[in-house]
């Protein structure tokens, strides 16, 4: 889906205009975000969890994120500014790389509650940020929803869950490394003990 939302978003897209570019790539990131849950959850329950798939699942995810916000930045430059897409693509692989790490250490890195508030914002960013390309508000009767206030309020709210999720990641990680730490030291003083007293013995 990456693929096409981009071209959906560039202005090779042939019907652009009257509204249709924006619809079509709001649906679009909106079903790739459901497929995106929706695989892992049916791996889980079904237990059908692969090495491959724990490893592109987690690709897909920064990949469609960063792919969009890149895209919003030249589509839409008055809501999604360079330094915000540079901000939310870059926690975005800091994470990976922290659990990358965390696992070549033995342990994981769960998922906060505060990175899966910040993914369901995220989604709310995109999608408003695509929308507001073309429509500042919908009116629906006395019913007004302003859709640029939605999304330059929604942007803006993604980084700030963005960099308190990734505080919030980084401690685990370091509490857990340190602990991982800790014991090491502590298995190479007592080997080094027994070591030494069996030498002692003979």
């Known amino acids: 889906m990456i693929p096409l939302l981009l071209w959906i978003l560039s202005t090779h897209f042939p019907w652009r205009g009257n509204g249709e570019q924006e619809i079509l790539a709001s649906i679009l990131f909106i079903l790739a975000s ?10 889980r329950k079904r237990s059908q969890i692969t090495t491959i798939g724990m ?11 960063a792919g969009a916000l890149i895209a919003l930045v030249a589509y839409n430059p008055q809501v999604v500014k360079v330094w ?53 508000i919908w009116q629906f009767g006395l019913l007004i929803i302003p859709v640029r206030w939605i999304a330059v309020a929604a942007i803006y709210f993604t980084v700030v869950v963005s960099s308190i ?16 730490s800790k014991d090491r030291r502590a298995s190479f003083v007592l080997s080094r003990r027994k070591s030494a007293s069996t030498t002692g013995a003979n």
């Not at 459901?34 to 791996?43: E, M, P, R, V």
């Not at 490893?55 to 994120?65: E, F, G, R, S, T």
Request: charged share 20%; aromatic share 8%.
């Open 165 to 180: 999720s990734a505080i919030d990641y980084f401690v685990g990680f370091w509490k857990q490394i340190d602990h991982a």
């Open 84 to 136: 915000i897409a540079v901000v939310i693509v870059g926690r975005e692989f800091l994470i990976s790389g922290l659990r990358s790490v965390a696992s070549s250490e033995g342990f994981t890195i769960q998922a906060s509650d505060l990175g899966k508030l910040k993914t369901v914002i995220q989604i709310i960013s995109v999608v408003s940020a695509i929308l507001a390309h073309h429509w500042d």
């Open 55 to 65: 490893l592109l699942d987690p690709i897909a995810d920064k990949i469609m994120v």
């Open 34 to 43: 459901i497929t995106d849950g929706l695989d892992g959850y049916l791996a």
